[in-house]
C-alpha cells in the first residue's frame, strides 16, 4: 500500500484529500504545517507528498527542497497545491524539485489521475534506485576480484610497491610481476582504452594470458616476442575495438641487465642513487591496432640501488588549476625532484599529484609502479 503525505494548512483540504485517497486505497498521513510535514516525512518515508504552496512558516517550496535533498526522500513524488498559475511560479516550483502541480479549487478526477501518474513514477524511480544499489554492489565486488589479481608488495631480493587508483570502481590499467626462474623477473604494466567493465576485462584477460603462460611456444624472456604474440592476439577487429599500451620488461639478477619493449606506453623511468635519469621506451604502436606491427627490444645496465617507475598516462594527464594537463615532462621532472626526499617516494609522487589535481577525482585510471634495485 502506497503513503501518502498531506501537507495543507486548510483543514478542509485535508479531510477532502484524506477520505478520496483513502477510497483509491492509499495509507494517508494529514498534517498542517510544513515543520510537521518534513518530521513525517522523515519517518514514514511516504511514496507521494501532496503540500500546498502557501502556508505559515515553511512554504511548499521550501518543504521541496528539504525534500529532494534528503537522499532517503529523492525517489518521493512531490505534488504542490497552488492557485498560483503563471510560468514563473511553475518554474520557480520546477526548480525546487516539485514533479507536478494542482491548481486550486481540487478537480477530484484530476486528482486521482495525477496520484496515479505520479505514483508509477515514484515505482519506476524505486524500481531503478534497486536496480542501481544492486548494480554498484556487483562492480564493488568485481573491483575487489580485481584488485585480488594484483600481486603483493615484494620485499626481497627487489624492493618493489605501487599505487593503484582506478577513475571509476573498474579500471583499464593493469600490472603483474613474476620470476620466470630464479633468476629472471618478468614486470608489465598495460593500460587499455577506455574505462569502466569494457576496459577491464582485456586487461584481465591479458593478466591471466601472462601469468599462465597460455601462450605456447612463446619466449617469454624476449619482450619483443611477448608483444608480438598480444599484438596477434588481441586484435581491435575482434576485441570490441578495444587497443591497450604496455610496458614489458625482463630483469636478469645475476648480470642486473634489463630487456624492455614498449607498445605505444609512456616510458619508464630509471633514476640512479646520483639521480641520474634514462627514459627507457621502444618504438611501437598499441597493441591490436595494426597486425603487422613488430616489436623491438631495448637494453640497459641496472646500477645498484636504481629505482625503476613504470606508469600510465593517468599519472601525467592530471588537470592543473589553471585547466591545463601536467604533461608527461612535468611529471618526470617531479618524480627526478621528488626521488630522494624521502624515503617513501611513492607516496611523496602520489600526494603531489593529488593536491596538483584541481578534481576530486582522476580523469584516468591512475597506476605507477615502483621497483627498487639493491
Known amino acids: ?21 483513502e477510497k483509491q486505497g492509499y495509507q494517508v498521513v494529514a498534517v498542517s504545517n510544513g515543520e510537521n510535514g518534513i518530521e513525517k516525512a522523515v519517518v514514514s518515508r511516504p511514496a507521494m507528498i501532496i503540500c500546498d504552496w502557501l502556508m505559515p512558516g515553511l512554504s511548499g517550496i521550501d518543504v521541496c527542497r528539504y525534500i529532494k535533498k534528503d537522499p532517503n526522500l529523492s525517489t518521493t513524488f512531490f505534488i504542490l497545491l497552488t492557485s498560483l498559475d503563471s510560468v514563473a511560479d511553475r518554474v520557480k516550483g520546477l526548480d525546487a524539485g516539485a514533479d507536478d502541480f494542482i491548481t486550486k479549487p481540487i478537480e477530484q478526477n484530476e486528482m486521482r489521475a495525477r496520484v496515479r501518474a505520479g505514483l508509477r513514477l515514484h515505482q519506476m524511480s524505486q524500481d531503478l534506485k534497486a536496480q542501481k544499489q544492486i548494480l554498484e554492489a556487483e562492480l564493488s565486488e568485481a573491483a575487489d576480484y580485481v584488485r585480488s589479481l594484483l600481486p603483493t608488495p615484494m620485499i626481497h631480493p627487489f624492493n618493489i ?23 629472471y623477473l618478468a614486470i608489465y604494466l598495460l593500460d587499455t582504452a577506455g574505462h569502466g567493465l569494457k576496459a577491464t576485462l582485456p586487461s584481465i584477460s591479458v593478466l591471466n594470458l601472462l601469468r599462465s603462460r597460455a601462450l605456447k611456444d612463446l619466449n617469454y624472456y624476449q619482450p619483443k616476442e611477448v608483444l608480438n604474440a598480444l599484438n596477434s592476439t588481441f586484435q581491435m577487429s575482434y576485441q570490441n575495438d578495444k587497443y591497450f599500451t604496455i610496458w614489458y620488461g625482463v630483469y636478469n639478477l645475476i648480470k642486473r641487465e634489463l630487456i624492455y619493449s614498449s607498445a605505444g606506453h609512456p616510458p619508464a623511468i630509471l633514476l640512479s642513487e646520483n639521480n641520474d635519469i634514462q627514459l627507457l621506451k621502444t618504438p611501437g604502436m598499441p597493441i591490436g591496432m595494426f597486425p603487422e606491427v613488430q616489436y623491438a627490444n631495448g637494453f640497459c645496465k641496472i646500477e645498484k640501488d636504481s629505482t625503476l617507475y613504470i606508469f600510465s598516462d593517468g599519472a601525467y594527464e592530471v588537470t592543473l588549476s589553471n585547466g591545463q594537463l601536467m604533461g608527461l615532462e612535468n611529471f618526470i621532472q617531479r618524480v627526478q625532484r621528488l626521488y630522494h626526499v624521502s624515503s617513501s617516494p611513492l607516496e611523496n609522487i602520489l600526494n603531489c599529484l593529488v593536491d596538483l589535481n584541481s578534481k576530486n577525482t582522476f580523469d584516468d585510471d591512475l597506476s605507477i609502479l615502483q621497483i627498487g634495485f639493491n
Open 1 to 21: 500500500m502506497f503513503k501518502i503525505l498531506v501537507i495543507d494548512d486548510d483543514p478542509a483540504v485535508q479531510i477532502l484529500l484524506k477520505r478520496m485517497l
Open 161 to 183: 610497491n605501487y599505487t593503484f587508483i582506478p577513475s571509476q570502481q573498474l579500471g583499464g590499467d593493469c600490472f603483474d610481476y613474476y620470476w620466470l626462474d630464479p633468476d
